[in-house]
């Protein structure tokens, strides 16, 4: 009889690490003349009501994967989102240190929301270019890839052959999978508040395994 050859499913490579990015839940709202709390230099708004249960919804969906670790930001709004997952796994966060939300400059605390609903001159050109930077005193879309990078791959190297929940803001996962894609800077902004996006890293190569999955929002 002969040798017959099915369908494989996908998994990692050998050495591989297995990140799942996780954006944290819907925020407290931006008000015209209040500013959010700021931590250095970052808006740090808290979660909403709402983004407390896509909180939730995110522990019950992962709750039974095979975690090893949870990392977060040095922002609230990440370390919320994460704490049902974690108080699961019996797990406790680790911050890490490249991975904060993009530096909007002079629009931080809450401004970026109000121009981009008021489609500002400067919103207009900063999503034509592809450049943050175009935002008076952001950083820009090259700064912001680098350092992203750097985070990714120093979680990778600590966890080859393991699956790790990262949660982070939407401008670092539209990063990520434009770094891990080869595709134009913005080509993945817009990921849902709790959504989850997957990216597998070996050896310093990434590629992309999962974007914007909200299956557990309902």
């Known amino acids: 009889m002969p040798r017959e050859y099915h369908q494989t499913s996908y998994s990692p490579p050998a050495g591989a690490a297995d990140l799942l990015l996780i954006r944290h839940g819907r925020t407290e709202p931006a008000r015209p003349g209040v500013s959010f709390a700021m931590k250095n230099g970052h808006g740090d708004p808290a979660l909403h009501p ?3 249960l896509q909180a939730q919804a995110v522990a019950a969906r992962l709750k039974g994967e095979p975690l090893v670790a949870i990392y977060v930001t040095m922002l609230r709004r990440t370390h919320q989102t994460a704490a049902p997952l974690a108080a699961h796994l019996g797990l406790t ?10 530096h909007l400059g002079d629009w931080d605390g809450g401004l970026y929301r109000i121009k981009a609903a008021d489609n500002a001159p400067e919103f207009q050109r900063a999503f034509e270019r592809q450049e943050w930077g175009e935002i008076p005193g952001a950083e820009t879309t090259a700064a912001l890839q680098a350092r992203v990078r750097t985070g990714l791959l ?4 600590a966890h080859p052959d393991q699956r790790v929940a990262v949660v982070v803001h939407g401008g670092v996962v539209g990063a990520a999978l434009a770094i891990a894609s080869g595709s134009q800077p913005f080509a993945f902004n817009g990921a849902a508040n709790g959504s989850i996006s997957r990216i597998v ?4 190569r990434m590629s992309v395994r999962g974007f914007n999955d909200c299956a557990h929002l309902g």
Do not use: K, N, T
């Not at 966060?93 to 993009?102: C, N, Y």
């Not at 120093?154 to 190297?157: G, H, L, M, S, T």
């Not at 890293?201 to 310093?204: D, E, F, T």
């Open 154 to 157: 120093r979680i990778a190297a």
């Open 201 to 204: 890293v070996q050896a310093g």
């Open 93 to 102: 966060p680790r911050i890490d240190p490249d991975l904060h939300e993009v």
């Open 50 to 52: 709402e983004g407390e």
